[in-house]
């Protein structure tokens, strides 16, 4: 069993930055690709950015690609978010998940209990 707990959210301007952390507690992290997925009022659970278990591969939606990077650190048990150039429409709960590098949520095994992101415009 991993727990997840997810920091870093709050109130930005648009155009500012924030960056998210992923802490694990459980089990070591450096077993598992990690994701991190965003949901906004009345929309759907969407995929924003995923990592391989040692941090060599990457992928990000096509929405924040160039504006948001994924990180890791094994050794501190903890997966990372930094957010760019943040727009209103980045504004979400951001949740961390463990278990695969897809845009699928269904493939992952564990998530945290997401924290809120408001980009004021």
């Known amino acids: 069993q991993v727990q997840l707990v997810e920091s870093g959210g709050g109130l930005v301007q648009a155009g500012g930055s924030l960056r998210l952390s992923c802490a694990a507690s459980?089990?070591?992290?450096?077993?598992?690709?990690m994701g991190w997925f965003r949901q906004a009022p009345g929309k759907e659970r969407e995929f924003v950015a995923a990592?391989?278990?040692?941090?060599?591969?990457?992928g990000y939606a096509d929405s924040v690609k160039g504006r948001f990077t994924i990180s890791r650190a094994n050794a501190r048990n903890t997966v990372f978010l930094q957010m760019n150039s943040l727009k209103p429409e980045d504004t979400a709960v951001y949740y961390c998940?463990?278990?695969?590098?897809?845009?699928?949520?269904?493939?992952?095994?564990?998530w945290g209990q997401g924290t809120q992101v408001t980009v004021s415009s």
């Open positions: 998940a463990a278990g695969s590098t897809t845009a699928r949520p269904s493939e992952y095994h564990y």
């Open positions: 459980g089990r070591t992290l450096s077993n598992y690709a």
């Open positions: 990592i391989s278990w040692n941090g060599g591969s990457t």
